[in-house]
């Protein structure tokens, strides 16, 4: 009688493939020395979900295809959260429990009273923010223009869009911060991606004199000093009403009060906030269009283009938001860019109830990566994966494409809140850039891509400025 069942048999659990590794540290110490080549040989060795050991018995998911990409982020996305993902924990001392480490509830109201501050039309009032920061730098890259030297183009662009997202959310000029800021969460970038690859990590960052600890939370104060000052100056000069400082994104933060206990938020929580979308809102954008700058030196048929869009659109003005639509071209090379150098390569969440993916048994509490950096690359998505070519995001091209095949800003609720802001702003500094200047990478210069928690190119972006005639 097929009714008999046995319910104290233990049923085969149907696990997604993947490499045996060493009986204790598994995989780690691959991981460690190359964290992006070794997610992409496990991806040629076993596909598109894969599981590998990473400390004695503990053992985390890999997912590649679009369609788990997916099921994660969207379908059943309430099955997974960030936290207690350890490479989110890693974070949590730089963002603490702001917008990107939070979850639930929290999260969900946390996000809808920020919105309104990402809105498309909020958005429009900042082109003129962010064209005049890229003209003050354009002016001041004509002085170097004969320079014999390259410029780090990234800690240029860095320096810009710190600029850009101070003036925009929080009518603060971080320019005068921007070199400290850099180069503390420089290091905080590095300290914290090599703890997220450490299995203890999320237990020696308890202890405040842990060497690795120390030295993070070192770069971590320099940050909170910089938002606490910020804080502190608007609390004490409240902005007259009608004013843009009244309306800013601080402005709605210091104003906000719970719905049902009509509390504001802490001052830890507005830290967090505050933390959270200065780091969020600048590094990623600056990561991407430093390559831009790379893909285009290394591809002068591209630029030629370019120029050429650029040229005839704005015809030697500085460009409004008005003309996004017609800069078609600029926005494709950006969305090309974005294809090949994901700056968030990987996307962490944390399965909290077992699951099936693709067949596969996923249990409770699993460590779960995804990598848009992977699936851009998947070759049943993407034709000739590794050539450079903006084309494929020609307005026809993109619409036969699945969704889930490109997620630079993630996907499903939690999608980058800032995306529209960071397209905006890319495509008028690369307008206004490629109106001006040509810049060359020094011959025979290789570029590695350098995966912290951004996708960095390893050692910055040397090039030289060549004005150009019809800017
Ligand atoms: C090219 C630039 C950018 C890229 C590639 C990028 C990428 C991403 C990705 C992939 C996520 C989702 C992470 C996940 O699901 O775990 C995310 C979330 C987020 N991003 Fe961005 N981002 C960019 C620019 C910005 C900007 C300009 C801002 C703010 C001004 C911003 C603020 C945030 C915040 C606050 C979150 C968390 C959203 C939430 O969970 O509700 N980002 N970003």
Redesign the pocket.
Known sequence: MTTLINRTQKTELHHPPGPKGHWLYGTTRAFRRDPLGTMVKMFHEYGDAIRYRFFANLYGYLFFHPEYNKHI?LDNNKNYT?MPHPS?QVLRPLLGN???T?DGEF?RR??RL?QPA?HKQRIAEFGAIMTTATEKMLQRWQTAVSADEPLDVAAEMTRL?LEI?GK??FSVDFTGAAHELGEAFTKANHLSSELGLKPFSIYTLRIPFWPSTRRLNRNVQVLHRIVDEMIAVRQANPPAPGTREANDLLSMLLAARDEETGVGMDDQQLRDELN??VL???E??A??LSWVICLLGQHPEVRTQLEHEVDTVLNGRIPTIDDLPQLTFTRMVIDET?RLY???YA???WGNEPDVIGGYDIPANAVITLS?YITHRHPEFWSEPEKFNPERFSPERKENRHRFAY?????????????T???T??TLILAMITQQFRLELPPNHQIEPEPLITLRPKGGVPVFLRARMNG
């Open positions: 982020l960030k989110l702001g917008l990107v939070s999260w946390q996000r920020m990402f869009t997202v925009a959310l959270t979308l969020a809102g600048h990623t954008t990561v991407a974005l994901p700056p968030a996307i962490a969440r848009p997620l630079p800003f993630g996907g499903g609720p939690r999608i980058c809140i800032g995306n802001f960071a397209l702003e890319a």
